[in-house]
């Protein structure tokens, strides 16, 4: 319909990492493409063909909604005459609208109802009174869908906070909101942006068309969109690969990023995008948090009788705890990022400022490869804890996943309470089958740990009682059964399991390690792990120098037995860094074989089982 092609925004076939061609303060990126750090998929785009075949989607998919509304409207009494008026449109927000997505991305779509439409009833195909019937299965959108024959792996989440339908439509994922707003027909000039198609909307309608309002509103507020896309397509590749993207993690998810990215295009609206790149990293290293980030003042003017609850830290204590505040510029205005946390905020500083370090050193060289270097998360920590979750059937796991998922942050809080400890979540998942369950299905979520214990006598951590209560919350979901659970397990570094690997080192230089049930073996006299000297300092080794090290260590590891089998390993990270040019010491990578083992990891319970 003439909406949606108003409102959909065509993702540019030239690689918007074109404008990036020359140093870090020229404006360059182009020169960098097949560096070793991954640069290329900064400017991976679209072909064509799947272009079309996107829009070829969206065009069905209204043809879908369109002739769904007007079987509603013929089952309430309707002419047909009057069913072809009520209208439908089909919008598109998040990266997609923004012109920011990559290849094999998700469609983030809202269709737009009038009155007669019930989400509840007409959507989700759910009784209009508990105990009642059901609708006929051809008024029921999500039937539809399914009897289609071009849907697949299609999940409706009717008791989301922002109700959904997920789904594969002709190979395209699509993510399904419906807003169905107090009007009775939707007219030809009907603008989304106009704060009165709020008006009496229930909650949930309000955050279903809220992703619209706002994606559109960011659109509206930059000075340069094409600047803009091209910054932020480089700011969310940078964000995922450092471990900072993810809203339900309590880091920043795509709206977060894409409102500080229009901040920056706002406060330098005339510059290039490797120098918008450069002003994101020092801008935001020295905001003074919680300090909001803002597009343009928040009015009040003309919505006092719509009463949706905006962010107000003067009126609303809530929003007064909120750390790191990103503000959305459509009413109601709303942190993007009330999830982010003690932890996760300390997380994205101190990356926000390896970002500005780095520029900083490479303004002359032009390079961006360190910068969009993967995070090393699985070489950093010392401890970590995993938490597995497990249903039995693909559709049970997809449904079990995600609400767990949105749970995640509970538990979060909860270990930051714990003394003594520091906790770094990884907001990436892994598909971790079990061979002695192929029926299984197990996803697995990875928490690093940190401790600073006061004193060498008390060293002893206890996960039981907040991931107990966490426990709680998760199995308080109506619709669990026994064939869903979850499994949390503090475990070291050593002792992670092979479906991390890639993740440890995708250029490969670390070797694949089977994961290992037992730590290293006490010293039967004292009791305690044994301690290697590592007191030699810290040297500056070429990769190949630090090879022969991890050569040499293997050799002696072999010789020694169990008793030098952490030095093995910790060499083995130290070529890791090798290849950022970063070594440690043979001394010093012993010292970290040997607190990978020790420094409070013994007295971690050996599993808690939820």
Same mark, same amino acid.
Request: with cysteine.
């Given at each position: 319909g003439?909406?949606?092609a108003g409102r959909r925004a065509k993702p540019a076939v030239r690689d918007d990492g074109a404008d990036f061609a020359g140093g870090a303060e020229r404006g360059g990126f182009a020169e960098h493409e097949g560096?070793?750090?991954?640069? !290329?998929? %900064?400017?991976?785009?679209?072909?064509?063909?799947?272009?079309?075949?996107?829009?070829? /989607?969206l065009g069905e998919l209204e043809g879908v909604v369109t002739e769904w509304v007007r079987r509603v409207c013929l089952a309430q009494g309707m002419t047909e005459g009057m069913a072809a008026a009520s209208g439908v449109r089909i919008y598109t927000f998040g990266s997609y609208r923004l012109g920011v997505n990559g290849p094999g991305a998700d469609i983030d779509t809202l269709c737009v109802t009038p009155r007669h439409i019930d989400r509840?009833?007409?959507?989700?195909?759910?009784?209009?009174?508990?105990?009642?019937p059901a609708p006929p299965a051809e008024n029921?959108?999500?039937?539809?869908?399914?009897?289609?024959?071009? &849907?697949?792996?299609?999940?409706?989440?009717?008791?989301?906070? &922002?109700?959904? &339908?997920?789904?594969?439509?002709?190979?395209?994922? =699509?993510?399904?909101?419906?807003?169905?707003?107090? %009007?009775?027909?939707?007219?030809?000039?009907?603008?989304?942006?106009?704060?009165?198609?709020?008006?009496?909307?229930?909650?949930?309608?309000?955050?279903?068309?809220?992703?619209?309002?706002?994606?559109d509103a960011i659109l509206e507020l930059v000075p340069n969109i094409e600047n803009f896309r091209t910054t932020l397509r480089a700011v969310k590749f940078w964000a995922k690969r450092r471990g900072v993207y993810s809203n339900v993690m309590g880091f920043l998810g795509g709206v977060a990023w894409a409102i500080l990215?229009?901040?920056?295009?706002?406060?330098?609206?005339?510059?290039?995008?490797? &120098?918008?790149?450069?002003?994101?990293?020092?801008?935001?290293?020295?905001?003074?948090w919680p300090g909001p980030v803002l597009l343009r003042p928040i009015a009040h003017d003309g919505?006092?009788?719509?009463?949706? @609850?905006?962010?107000?830290?003067?009126?609303?204590?809530?929003?007064?705890?909120?750390?790191?505040?990103?503000? +959305?510029?459509?009413?109601?205005?709303?942190?993007?990022?009330?999830? %982010?946390?003690?932890?996760?905020?300390?997380?994205i500083k101190k990356e926000i400022s390896r970002g500005k370090t780095l520029l900083d050193q490479n303004t002359e060289s032009g390079s961006f490869d360190e910068l969009f270097e993967k995070s090393g998360f699985f070489c950093e920590c010392k401890n970590y804890l995993e938490v597995d979750i497990c249903a039995l059937g693909l559709e049970k796991a997809r449904r079990w996943k995600g609400l767990v998922e949105s749970k995640l942050r509970?538990?979060?809080? @909860?270990?930051?309470?714990?003394?003594?400890?520091?906790?770094?979540?990884?907001p990436v998942d892994f598909s971790n089958p079990r061979e002695n369950e192929p029926s299984l299905c197990v996803t697995s979520f990875f928490f690093g740990?940190?401790?600073?214990?006061?004193?060498? +006598?008390?060293?002893?951590?206890?996960?039981?009682?907040?991931?107990?209560?966490?426990?709680?919350?998760?199995?308080?979901?109506?619709?669990?059964?026994?064939?869903?659970?979850?499994? /949390?397990?503090?475990?070291?570094?050593?002792?992670?399991?092979?479906? %991390?690997?890639? !993740? =440890?080192?995708?250029?490969?230089?670390? @070797? @694949?390690?089977k994961r290992k049930s037992e730590g290293v073996v006490p010293d039967p006299s004292t009791n305690k792990v044994p301690r290697l000297d590592g007191e030699n300092g810290e040297e500056k080794l070429a990769p190949e120098v630090a090879a022969a090290a991890v050569e040499a260590a293997e050799v002696k590891a072999a010789e020694d037995g169990a008793a030098a089998a952490g030095a093995a390993e910790a060499v083995a990270v130290g070529v890791e860094a090798a290849g950022d040019g970063l070594v440690p010491g043979a001394g010093d990578a012993e010292k970290v074989g040997e607190d990978a083992a020790g420094e409070g990891a013994t007295d971690l319970p050996a599993s808690v089982l939820v």
């Open positions: 003439g909406a949606a560096a070793g750090g991954g640069l !290329a998929e %900064v400017r991976a785009d679209e072909s064509r063909v799947e272009m079309q075949r996107r829009e070829s /989607v509840a009833r007409d959507v989700f195909g759910l009784p209009a009174y508990a105990g009642g029921v959108l999500v039937e539809i869908l399914r009897a289609s024959g071009k &849907v697949e792996d299609l999940v409706a989440v009717a008791e989301a906070y &922002v109700p959904v &339908v997920k789904m594969k439509y002709n190979g395209v994922e =699509i993510d399904l909101l419906c807003a169905c707003l107090q %009007v009775n027909s939707l007219p030809e000039d009907f603008d989304i942006l106009n704060n009165a198609v709020l008006r009496n909307v229930d909650d949930a309608t309000q955050r279903s068309i809220n992703g619209v309002r706002v994606t990215v229009a901040r920056i295009c706002q406060l330098y609206p005339n510059a290039a995008p490797s &120098v918008l790149l450069s002003r994101f990293f020092k801008v935001l290293e020295f905001w003074k919505v006092a009788d719509l009463a949706f @609850k905006e962010w107000n830290p003067t009126l609303n204590p809530a929003d007064r705890r909120h750390l790191m505040p990103v503000i +959305t510029p459509a009413y109601p205005a709303m942190n993007s990022t009330h999830n %982010v946390s003690l932890s996760t905020l300390a997380i509970f538990l979060i809080h @909860k270990l930051e309470s714990i003394p003594n400890l520091t906790v770094h979540p990884f740990l940190s401790f600073d214990f006061p004193n060498e +006598t008390e060293k002893k951590v206890n996960f039981t009682e907040p991931v107990n209560e966490w426990r709680m919350q998760v199995h308080d979901w109506p619709d669990r059964d026994q064939e869903m659970f979850v499994e /949390v397990f503090p475990i070291k570094r050593k002792q992670l399991p092979s479906c %991390v690997t890639p !993740a =440890i080192n995708p250029a490969g230089r670390l @070797k @694949k390690k």
